[in-house]
């Protein structure tokens, strides 16, 4: 059975999109995120909130990424109530750097840090698939100063509280599905803000993307 409204304090963001074949297969995108909001005064709605992220963060997002990329949409679903239903925004935007795209099993990694110590007091975000532009030959192992600016940039919006047309206020958090009961209702969500967003200098690594083989 739903909760009501007035109940709702955490909601969950998929961001999801396609990256196209580069001789080989096409790959997913996902991007997983968590909001607060600091009054059950307004009731919330999934389109509001949707709208207010893909204006505040998508941008942001697709300045990192590279061509081969194209966005299908942000889902939104309110997890404090379990047999809640995500709903769909299209949001079909590319990647805005062009030129050769680096391997899908390369990314580029933030640390979302919290108040509090231990794994389950801070996330991340891996984003691909970035560009060769985004290295330097010599230290190719970390992004150039380019990279990291429109990172940067990314870190910056990531890390902000997302007022929507409701005037509900929501700010970004990690949640620890550890400690949360999200199975069934009540739930139990355990979630803290997020109080810093680093960016590593550092080229990441995802194997589990890669692209199938070719013979």
């Not at 997983?32 to 009731?43: C, I, L, P």
């Not at 709903?87 to 509090?116: K, N, Y």
């Not at 984003?127 to 230290?139: D, L, V």
């Not at 355990?190 to 810093?196: E, K, P, R, S």
Request: with cysteine; aromatic share 6%; charged share 15%.
């Amino acid at each position: 059975m739903a909760i009501p409204l007035t109940s709702i304090l955490q909601a969950e963001i998929q961001v999801s999109g396609l990256v196209t074949a580069g001789g080989s297969s096409t790959r997913k995108a996902l991007s997983v995120w968590h909001y607060r909001r600091t009054s059950t005064a307004v009731t919330p709605t999934k389109a509001a909130l949707a709208a207010k992220f893909i204006s505040d963060v998508i941008p942001s997002l697709r300045a990192c990424l590279n061509a081969r990329y194209t966005g299908v949409g942000v889902s939104v679903r309110w997890i404090n109530d379990a047999v809640d239903q995500a709903v769909l925004t299209a949001s079909t935007g590319v990647g805005l750097v062009s030129g050769d795209s680096m391997p899908t099993t390369e990314a580029a990694f933030l640390l979302f840090q919290t108040g509090l110590r231990g794994k389950s007091y801070r996330g991340s975000k891996h984003i691909f698939p970035m560009s060769e532009s985004a290295t330097t030959s010599g230290t190719e192992d970390i992004w150039n100063a380019g990279a990291l600016t429109y990172l940067g940039t990314f870190a910056t919006a990531a890390l902000a509280t997302l007022t929507d047309a409701t005037n509900n206020a929501w700010i970004p958090c990690v949640l620890s599905r550890k400690l949360s009961q999200l199975r069934f209702n009540p739930t139990t969500v355990i979630t803290n803000d997020v109080t810093a967003v680093a960016v590593n200098k550092r080229v990441g690594t995802m194997r589990h993307r890669k692209v199938l083989s070719v013979y």
